[in-house]
């Protein structure tokens, strides 16, 4: 009895949501932090695990979950749910949030004991609206970056016509305009460098 009231008091205070269900898809653990997460505070629990479109779970491309989108369920499966972002769409939630799920199998060695599976909800919003603040940041600079490169580009194709009708001794000519095309090109893998960050 002791251990039980010790472990629900760490879920009670864990940030991070846990779901746990069986193969009849009954509700074994769930969390406060699960119910906060997937906007249900509001709402008597529920005993059984339902598909994802009752949940207000949508992929980031806006559609709905089907029942074989859903992470608990592919666990239940046998299948290890590597995190995943999910959107979720619910009136007690107005300004949505995004939800990264991970799901695993909780293997039972013992035939007769139904197989289970876990459920982690992390909410994600912020970090992937800095994600999001951060690559348009860099797509700006990237654009800001590629206007010189244009003109280095230009300037240079221009000087190698020149070097090439005789106007400039090839021998001196050529190798500058080598080093301009060298550095257009560190100038690109730094702009690239940059966007991959």
Same mark, same amino acid.
């Given at each position: 009895?002791?251990?039980?009231?010790?472990?629900?008091? /760490?879920?009670? $205070?864990?940030?991070?949501?846990?779901?746990?269900?069986?193969d009849e898809h009954r509700v074994l653990v769930r969390n406060n932090a699960a119910r906060r997460l997937l906007g249900l505070e509001d709402t008597a629990p529920a005993d059984t695990f339902d598909v994802g479109s009752d949940y207000g779970l949508f992929h980031p491309n806006g559609l709905p979950l089907t029942h074989g989108d859903m *992470?608990?369920?592919?666990?239940?499966? &046998?299948?290890?749910?590597? *995190? !995943? %972002?999910?959107?979720?769409?619910? #009136?007690? /939630? #107005?300004?949505?949030? /995004?939800?990264?799920? $991970?799901?695993?199998?909780?293997? &039972?060695?013992?035939?007769? =004991? *139904?197989?289970?599976?876990?459920?982690?909800?992390?909410? /994600? $919003?912020? %970090?992937? !609206?800095?994600? %999001?603040? @951060?690559?348009?940041?860099?797509?700006?600079?990237?654009?800001? @970056?590629?206007? #010189?490169?244009? @003109?280095?580009?230009?300037?240079?194709?221009?000087?190698?016509?020149?070097?090439?009708?005789?106007?400039?001794?090839?021998? $001196?000519?050529?190798?500058? =305009?080598?080093?301009?095309?060298?550095?257009?090109?560190?100038?690109?893998? =730094?702009?690239?460098?940059?966007?991959?960050?």
């Amino acid at each position: 009895a002791e251990r039980a009231r010790l472990l629900d008091a /760490v879920l009670e $205070t864990m940030t991070e949501g846990v779901v746990v269900i069986d193969d009849e898809h009954r509700v074994l653990v769930r969390n406060n932090a699960a119910r906060r997460l997937l906007g249900l505070e509001d709402t008597a629990p529920a005993d059984t695990f339902d598909v994802g479109s009752d949940y207000g779970l949508f992929h980031p491309n806006g559609l709905p979950l089907t029942h074989g989108d859903m *992470p608990a369920l592919r666990a239940l499966a &046998g299948e290890d749910v590597e *995190p !995943q %972002d999910f959107h979720l769409r619910v #009136p007690s /939630v #107005p300004l949505g949030r /995004v939800v990264e799920l $991970t799901a695993r199998p909780l293997d &039972g060695h013992d035939p007769s =004991v *139904p197989r289970r599976a876990m459920v982690n909800l992390r909410d /994600v $919003t912020l %970090d992937r !609206q800095h994600r %999001d603040t @951060l690559a348009s940041f860099a797509g700006v600079v990237a654009h800001d @970056l590629f206007n #010189p490169l244009a @003109l280095i580009d230009g300037w240079a194709e221009n000087l190698e016509s020149e070097f090439a009708l005789g106007a400039v001794l090839t021998s $001196t000519g050529m190798p500058m =305009v080598a080093r301009i095309h060298d550095a257009a090109a560190h100038m690109r893998e =730094v702009i690239a460098d940059l966007l991959a960050y």
